[in-house]
């Protein structure tokens, strides 16, 4: 099936200009045609798109749909400017994933790549990522399946019976580093019955508190001060 939709040069629109075309698109019946044939496994193509007319398209289908969207780019450069003008739309949800560029002399950016694909994968399983950008390359190399990458996801709720030794011994298996003081993604720490923690994927730390087999408390903390925030957590997940 083979759509073709009118350039459109208008100005940069604003978020409730975009969501007001957003809502227009529910009526043209042509649309509503490609979701039919979606749903029956065939191609579809629309042509002639902008840039936001294709941020106001990926947000229609992803609400329409009922399903995550993945965005496939030529190559990074594009995914990069998709992405932002995707995240300019609809801060949350969308998510970037990028490809290993296999140069030896680049192991920081290969790391922060690493960082960012688990986000990903994690906000996907979550169901918290609705819309991913993704150059053709990334899509070239290996990901873990869903159920196998699922099951290296350390899920931790208040109340939950858990060993403490037996969590540190996992957080090692998972890659994370013992320090004195976690202050980077991907250290963690222990005294007392006290366990703190830097998910990968996450923007701040936890502190995860036991009274003997018992987590009572899950709370983010802060780095500089290492004070626990007010507010706890109902729960953490910690992926590899």
Known sequence: MHARVRPCRAPPVTLPMLNEIVHSLSRLPGLHDTLDALGRGEHVALTGCGPSLLAALVRWYD??????????????????????????????????????????????????????RMETLTGLLAGQTRIVVAPCLALLQDVPPPASFSTHILSI????????????????????????????????????????????????????????????????????????????????????
């Open 63 to 116: 609400r329409e749909y009922d399903r995550p969207v993945l965005v496939i780019a030529p190559h990074a450069e594009r995914a990069d400017q998709l992405f932002l003008d995707l995240r300019t739309f609809f801060p949350e949800g969308v998510a970037l994933f990028s490809p290993h560029t296999g140069d030896a002399d680049e192991l920081m950016p290969n790391l922060s790549v690493n960082l960012e």
């Open 157 to 240: 709720a208040e109340g939950q019976s858990m060993d403490l030794h037996d969590l540190l011994h996992v957080l090692t298996e998972q890659g994370y580093e013992r320090s004195e003081l976690v202050e980077f993604c991907g250290d963690f720490s222990a005294r007392g019955g006290i366990v703190d923690v830097f998910p990968v994927t996450a923007d701040e730390p936890v502190r995860i508190e036991f009274f003997g087999d018992e987590i009572v408390s899950i709370r983010s903390f802060e780095i500089h001060t290492q004070r626990s925030a007010d507010e706890k957590l109902p729960s953490v997940r910690i992926p590899p």
